[in-house]
């Protein structure tokens, strides 16, 4: 282990996952009012229904500190989506786009983001506001939108509440 690996002050690690292809494990899982994808919307609203997002262990202790952001970056898996298409007609009018150019849920590799508002924490869950995908989906990651640690181009950019 390098200089580089140590632990700071205040720092706690966990075993991490065994390595595989990408070595994602969820860290969580995501409860919304949508249980199929004909009711869940296009696009998430900040000011749409409350959600939650509960965070497993080890990683709940994570979540120290987060009240502080009104706003949150979500990663998900698209878990019930296609895998396997590379051009797409979204709105069945003729026209056809690469799933690349698209914000579709069908891709090899089907992770969705979301802006959430941050409107409580209990424990280990978090209410927010803000999210697009179907109730029971697979959390990847979260992160403060801003953060004051992330360097002076984004020192005045953070978003704590208050």
Known sequence: MSEQDSLRPGELSVAPPKAGDAGLEFIGRIHTPWANRADCPRHGKPDGPLCRIELFEPWALALQGIE?????EVLYWLDRARRDLV??????????????????????????????????????????????????????????????????GNAGAANPRG
């Not at 502080?68 to 949150?72: E, K, S, V």
């Open 68 to 72: 502080a952001y009104a706003r949150l």
């Open 87 to 152: 051009q797409q007609s979204p709105k069945n009018d003729g026209r056809t786009l690469g799933s690349f150019a698209l914000r579709s849920p069908l891709r090899p590799n089907p992770i969705g983001t979301a802006v959430v508002v941050l409107e409580s924490r209990q424990g280990n869950s978090l209410l927010v506001r803000g999210l697009d995908c179907l109730d029971g989906t697979p959390l990847l990651d979260l992160k403060p939108e801003y953060c004051p640690f992330s360097g002076a």
